[in-house]
Nanobody, 125 residues
Framework: QVQLHESGGGLVQAGGSLRLSCAAS????????TGWIRQAAGKEREFVAA????????DYADSVQGRFTISREYGEGTLYLQMNKLRPEDTAVYYC??????????????????WGQGTQVTVSS
């Protein structure tokens, strides 16, 4: 059973920073590719960032490249998303996700095998 629990969302002014955390059960971070997806109100789920199960590869959406950083701590079983220079268009519910197929995770975020309950990020102008 894969369990994912996000935290760290909140309200922040444009240009500010937040760090999202995802507590992952068991050996999820080793067994699956993991990452972050988001969904703005009335929009489809959007890929944000991913890290391979080996940790050797990362990928980012063009819209967050250079501003967001994905990382993980194996010992704590925690996935992180450091979000800097936040913009109002970053406002969304953010979910951490686990997926066997790298292409599904990075190109079809609505089809991921596992995801958490989400945490709301709101960026004010």
């Amino acid at each position: 059973q894969v369990q994912l629990h996000e935290s760290g969302g909140g309200l922040v002014q444009a240009g500010g920073s937040l760090r999202l955390s995802c507590a992952a059960s068991g050996r999820t971070l080793i067994t699956y590719h993991t990452g972050w997806i988001r969904q703005a109100a009335g929009k489809e789920r959007e890929f944000v960032a991913a890290i391979s199960r080996s940790g050797a590869t990362t990928d980012y959406a063009d819209s967050v490249q250079g501003r967001f950083t994905i990382s993980r701590e194996y010992g704590e079983g925690t996935l992180y998303l450091q979000m800097n220079k936040l913009r109002p268009e970053d406002t969304a519910v953010y979910y951490c996700a686990a997926e066997t197929n790298w292409e599904v995770l990075t190109t079809a975020p609505g089809d991921v095998e596992y995801w958490g309950q989400g945490t709301q990020v709101t960026v004010s102008s």
